[in-house]
């Protein structure tokens, strides 16, 4: 299974970001995916978590400002960030739970990251 994170780029603070992490390869189930970032410095942190059902979680940081979404037929998910800020800036990475055969073992799989810098 391989994770294709694209979307980042420069914006300034109050913009806004669509992330986009598509998942190819030879996939059974596509469960739980996940959106991580990682600022100079500091460790990686989870920033939202899809279910395969549509169940979302984010990190209290987010304050309502991003949306996460997922489309199961494309093995695509998607993460809209609004009123970006200073400290948004980070490597967003996508993650993914995944079994590439019905009885096999779910493995975790990441993406190579996309950079997000956000300007004040």
């Known amino acids: 299974v391989q994770l294709q994170a694209s979307g980042g780029g420069l914006v300034q603070a109050g913009g806004s970001l669509r992330l986009s992490c598509a998942a190819s390869g030879s996939i059974f189930t596509l469960n739980d995916m996940n959106w991580y970032r990682q600022a100079p410095g500091k460790q990686r942190e989870l920033v939202a978590r899809i279910t395969s059902s549509g169940v979302t979680q984010y990190a209290d940081f987010v304050e309502g400002r991003y949306t996460i979404s997922r489309d199961n037929a494309k093995n695509t998910m998607y993460l809209q960030m609004n009123s970006l800020k200073p400290e948004d800036t980070a490597v967003y990475y996508c993650?993914?739970?995944?079994?590439?055969?019905?009885?096999?073992?779910?493995?975790?799989?990441w993406g190579q990251g996309t950079q997000v810098t956000v300007s004040s």
């Open positions: 993650n993914a739970l995944a079994k590439v055969w019905r009885f096999g073992a779910e493995h975790d799989y």
